[in-house]
């Protein structure tokens, strides 16, 4: 993997990359009602950090965990970008997400 | 500025003290989101401990940030360390899975945090713990 530069193109390739996996898990995804927030995206060090709300908050988290780490991992080896995908417990978890 | 002056030294200690703190309340099932937010402060703790020990300098807060940590972590072992990138994405799923409990745990979020979520994050845990342990003993 090479670094990435944080350009506003470098980023549209990330969200680009981080839609694919998404729609390759539909179930797992649907389970939890997660959402990537695009707009919050940024980049660290060497990788992009990549903020994901959950909606249904109902199941196990040690199963919530292995699905994130899943779909990190699907990403990463797919986009050839690192990438980290981590709960943020700020977000507006009413909004909208395409992902 | 409160952990600027903190060394290696000391935040091995917090790592310590942390797993410490967290193995005694897992063993009441009551607390284990306490647990799971002790172990998550451990990992913290030893990743800060080895990212100085390996030169890496932290921002002048003294800390990194959380949601940070864990690609700032992949970086310095990669580039500083040579690990394999393999491993060093084992480490890196270890933080962010600790941080992800946590968030789980702290947000009062109602996913179920059984045994099996806390047994997780001790491993998840103690694998940064030790080596933060190993690189200082070097």
New interface residues.
């Given amino acids: 993997?090479s670094p990435s530069e944080g350009s506003p193109e470098a980023q549209r390739r990330v969200l680009d990359a981080i839609r694919d996996p998404w729609r390759e898990y539909p179930a797992e995804v649907a389970e939890f009602g997660r959402v990537a927030l695009d707009d919050r995206i940024k980049q660290?060090?060497?990788?992009?950090?990549v903020?994901v709300i959950?909606r249904v908050?109902?199941?196990?988290?040690?199963r919530?965990?292995h699905i994130?780490?899943s779909l990190?991992?699907s990403i990463?080896t797919k986009s050839n970008h690192?990438i980290?995908?981590?709960?943020?417990?700020f977000a507006d978890t009413t909004k909208n997400g395409d992902n | 500025m409160r952990n600027a002056s903190r060394r290696t030294s000391d935040w091995l200690a917090l790592a310590r003290s942390g797993i410490g703190a967290g193995r005694g309340l897992r063993a009441n099932q009551q607390f284990g989101r306490s647990a799971d937010s002790r172990f998550y402060f451990a990992g913290y703790a030893a990743v800060h401990a080895t990212r100085l020990q390996r030169g890496s300098e932290p921002p002048v807060r003294g800390n990194w940030s959380h949601?940070?940590l864990?690609?700032?972590l992949?970086?310095t072992l990669?580039a500083r360390t040579r690990v394999h990138?393999d491993r060093a994405?084992r480490h890196?799923?270890d933080i962010?899975?600790l941080?992800?409990?946590r968030?789980?745990?702290?947000?009062g979020?109602?996913?179920?945090?059984?045994a099996?979520?806390v047994e997780?994050a001790l491993h998840a845990c103690a694998r940064p713990v030790s080596r933060a342990e190993r690189m200082v003993r070097g």
């Fill in positions: 993997m660290v060090a060497s990788g992009w950090t903020p959950t908050q109902t199941g196990s988290a040690s919530l965990i994130l780490n990190q991992e990463e690192w980290t995908l981590y709960l943020d417990p | 949601d940070a864990a690609e700032h992949r970086a990669v990138r994405n890196l799923i962010v899975s941080y992800n409990l968030i789980i745990a702290d947000d979020a109602s996913e179920t945090l059984d099996d979520a997780q």
